[in-house]
């Protein structure tokens, strides 16, 4: 890969044999394809294998093969100068012999650090800083190798031959504007320098953004008023990708903070900072004035003042007109920020105002940003998540799916020429007036439809059973040391039994036998006569202070381990992990005829019911949400709700 005296020779010498390994199995892996091409290119121009002259090290002219013509496999042939030496797999881009010589340190490579900068969307990130990271030592370049076949996978899989060209692109009604790093601090400067009665409202998405976007109009609607959008993070640049359409550039706050404090320096533009904790912007203000001393800070702000208090308000925005700043960083977090520049927008006096969520944080150090190569991979989401996994859980691991589960339903709604709508009443009305329309009875097309529901149906529930067999199998297996823990805590406080056994109503009323571990004394049942019920309904007996409960069991009870011999019910198929729970038979009897829903499919360990609040609901309400649950169950709202229990059973929402 490298051929330097500023280069460890270790990593020299691994890198040129993994080389010689790639190419090798390469070449034998391509050599059908290989063939095959050889002969119908030679038979279609004559004339099989052309010369393309590139820059080697020190500027030396080399030849690399390639298939005449146009195939999309034309690049095979470069497998030989892999072997030979004379690229490498990974390494700096390809330099033609009619550009300007680049003197390179590195063998152009197969792969480029360049490149993948450019896929990942951060290209203005300096590559020399990528490849000396990459270089450094065996590790560093072995990870770099791993982490740039990675992307290359990502791409290959998950685009539609994107373009780089659109200027503009459309995602659920939201115009986002598609340039590089250079060309937004261009604009900016040039909005800053522009005496305006209104200032120039930007702003960035990303798939949170968009998330909020969908339930709250007044922000939708701000996004859809600004003067421009820009994309940010990874789903939102995986979804332009099934579009078929490339982002230029990943744009954010945080990776433009640096390159604007920079323009703004050597343009003498005032800057101020308004957001973020107290001390944070100030704190942020002076590492930047370190790093550029010509930088001029009109003032910085906490964002944590009396928002309610229209006098705050103004003080504010005086103080922020009088300090002559040019352009405006708000950073109070999605939604307040956008909204907030829009409330004030005619108010201000700023060429430009931008949202930029926590930016302050990063760069008052108060936070640790991710280093580069997890940027490069596209897992800064991941990085926040493990420093703040109380306040981000539920932003990533519920709402990153949630937003390209929608976003594929957008991109089908155009495939059919259909067009996105926000508001849920709009999509029914447009439903009944399509249902109105289509009125002709077809007995063929009717017949199809109920063999594919049927079908449908089948393998849903395959599918369900064999994610419980899955799920509860290797539960029982990593569990195992927990029950031998909580039977003998059981045995230490009270006489009798681990575990407790109880007939209940399976599917279709079908009786069997419900393990839990015991949480109740020997007497629990004797003494359920004198107590009251606090379950609004009367069907379901539950209280809080129940006298009956042991020590243990209330604990065993509040997070939910009393539950886990279930497990061995859900292995048996008695029961499922997701799925109404199981009453009963004392209780049943009291079902009326919309209750007796909830025992058309087997009974489950979880479902919506409990993780939106358990024991908090009336019982009419659980029997809806339940209902709710038969109908629209699926393998993806299984996975959905045992997701979603896992915070409910660590908070214990509901759990007595």
């Known amino acids: 890969m490298v051929i330097t005296n500023t280069i460890p020779k270790r990593v020299i010498y691994v890198s040129r044999m993994i080389d010689i390994i790639m190419a090798i199995v390469l070449i034998a892996f391509t050599m059908p394809l290989f063939i095959a091409l050889w002969i119908k290119i030679t038979w279609q121009y004559g004339k099989c294998i052309e010369h393309v002259h590139i820059y080697g090290i020190n500027n030396k002219i080399i030849s690399l093969y390639q298939f005449t013509g146009n195939s999309r496999f034309k690049q095979i042939p470069q497998l030989l100068n892999l072997l030979i030496g004379d690229i490498s797999v990974l390494g700096d881009r390809i330099y033609f012999n009619f550009e300007p010589a680049p003197n390179l340190i590195i063998k152009s490579g197969l792969m480029s650090f360049y490149s993948i900068n450019e896929i990942m969307g951060i290209n203005f990130e300096a590559k020399n800083k990528t490849m000396e990271q990459a270089c450094k030592s065996v590790t560093a370049y072995c990870c770099a190798l791993m982490r740039s076949c990675s992307i290359y996978l990502l791409l290959m899989f998950m685009t539609n031959n994107p373009k780089q060209a659109v200027p503009k692109i459309s995602l659920f009604g939201i115009d986002l504007i598609n340039i590089k790093m250079q060309e937004l601090i261009n604009r900016i400067i040039t909005f800053a320098k522009e005496p305006t009665k209104t200032v120039h409202q930007l702003a960035f998405v990303n798939a949170d953004c968009f998330n909020i976007s969908i339930h709250n109009p007044h922000y939708r609607q701000c996004l859809q008023e600004c003067q421009q959008v820009y994309a940010d993070g990874i789903g939102v640049r995986i979804t332009t990708m099934w579009k078929g359409v490339a982002l230029q550039d990943n744009l954010n706050g945080t990776d433009m903070f640096p390159h604007l404090c920079e323009q703004l320096a050597a343009q003498k533009l005032p800057l101020f900072l308004l957001g973020g904790t107290s001390g944070v912007a100030n704190d942020a203000a002076i590492n930047m004035q370190k790093q550029y001393p010509n930088l001029i800070i009109a003032g910085t702000q906490d964002g944590f003042y009396h928002q309610e208090n229209s006098a705050t308000h103004d003080e504010i925005i005086n103080k922020i007109n009088q300090s002559g700043a040019a352009v405006l960083l708000v950073a109070m977090g999605v939604p307040t920020q956008e909204l907030w520049i829009q409330k004030f927008q005619s108010q201000l006096n700023v060429g430009v105002a931008i949202g930029v ?46 937003f390209l ?7 089908s709604l155009i495939r059919h020429g259909q067009q996105f709508i926000n508001n849920k009443a709009q999509r029914t009305l447009l439903k009944q007036e399509q249902s109105i329309i289509d009125f002709d009875f077809n007995p063929k097309k009717a017949q199809a439809r109920r063999l594919r529901h049927q079908t449908v149906q089948q393998l849903n529930r395959l599918n369900k059973r064999t994610l419980d067999i899955i799920v509860s199998s290797t539960a029982l297996i990593l569990f195992s040391p927990v029950f031998v823990i909580i039977a003998l805590l059981i045995r230490l406080e009270s006489p009798g039994k681990v575990l407790f056994s109880q007939q209940r109503a399976g599917k279709d009323n079908q009786p069997f036998i419900l393990w ?26 539950k209280m809080k202070q129940d ?10 009870r509040k997070t939910s381990i009393d539950e886990l011999p279930q497990l061995w019910n859900v292995l048996k198929g008695e029961m499922s992990i997701v799925g109404p729970r199981p009453a009963l038979p004392s209780e049943v009897e009291r079902y009326n005829l919309r209750h007796r829903t909830r025992l058309s499919i087997k009974p489950g ?19 809806d949400l339940d209902t709710d649950y038969i109908y629209k169950q699926s393998l993806l709202a299984d996975l959905w709700l045992m997701i979603k229990t896992i915070p409910a059973v660590i908070f214990s929402r509901g759990a007595y």
């Open 547 to 556: 006298p009956r409960i042991t020590f243990i069991g209330k604990i065993i």
């Open 516 to 541: 839990k571990f015991r949480s109740m004394y020997q007497d629990a049942d004797e003494r359920l006569k004198t107590l009251n019920n606090e379950i609004q309904g009367g069907v379901i007996f």
């Open 405 to 411: 589960v929608r976003a594929w339903k957008e991109l």
């Open 605 to 623: 360990i979880t479902c919506i019911w409990q993780v939106s609040g358990r024991s908090h609901i009336p019982f009419e309400r659980q029997v």
């Open 357 to 402: 969520g926590g930016l302050f944080d990063f760069y008052s150090e108060s936070i640790k940003r991710a280093p580069l190569w997890v940027r490069q991979l596209g897992m800064e989401w991941v990085y926040r998540l493990i420093q703040e996994p109380k306040r981000m859980w539920k932003r990533y691991i519920i709402g990153n799916p949630l």
